[in-house]
């Protein structure tokens, strides 16, 4: 079940792809570049989730549940000011909305209206 999820959440999370991609280049944001931490809570447990941003333009995604159950998926990535895209290993391409604040040591993934993950640089 919390691989299932997992799988919906990282989709999810990549899943705001819109017509007027502004995307067009294979820039990265240099301020993205390194290791970002979260933890999220789906049916009572609870996942530490880490994305890496390598300045190649590959990356990685981790989840480590409190059960000990881990996820592990490396993608390539490239970004604007506002969006950042990854393509995972199926080439399946996914967009998603982000923010970078407190001196760039914070990253906010903008899912939908009502999503958002919020990271911080480890």
Same mark, same amino acid.
């Given at each position: 079940?919390?691989?299932? *999820?997992?799988?919906?959440?990282?989709?999810?999370?990549?899943?705001? @792809? @819109?017509?007027?991609?502004?995307?067009?280049?294979?820039?990265?944001?240099?301020?993205?570049?390194?290791?970002?931490?979260?933890?999220?809570? !789906?049916?009572?447990?609870?996942?530490? =989730?880490?994305?890496?941003? =390598?300045?190649?333009?590959?990356?990685?995604?981790?989840?480590?549940? !409190?059960?000990?159950?881990?996820?592990? @998926?490396?993608?390539?990535?490239?970004?604007?000011?506002?969006? %950042?895209?990854?393509?995972?290993?199926?080439?399946?391409?996914? %967009?998603?909305?982000?923010?970078?604040?407190?001196?760039?040591?914070?990253?906010? *993934?903008?899912?939908?209206?009502?999503?958002?993950?919020?990271?911080?640089? %480890?």
């Amino acid at each position: 079940m919390k691989k299932l *999820f997992l799988l919906s959440i990282v989709f999810a999370l990549f899943s705001c @792809s @819109s017509g007027d991609d502004d995307n067009n280049s294979n820039s990265t944001n240099p301020d993205l570049v390194g290791a970002w931490f979260t933890t999220f809570t !789906d049916d009572g447990s609870t996942a530490e =989730q880490t994305f890496i941003f =390598q300045s190649d333009g590959t990356g990685s995604v981790s989840n480590l549940w !409190d059960d000990g159950e881990t996820y592990y @998926s490396e993608f390539t990535w490239s970004s604007t000011a506002t969006k %950042i895209t990854m393509s995972n290993i199926d080439d399946e391409e996914e %967009i998603v909305d982000y923010e970078l604040s407190n001196n760039n040591n914070t990253l906010v *993934f903008n899912v939908n209206e009502n999503e958002t993950y919020i990271f911080t640089r %480890i």
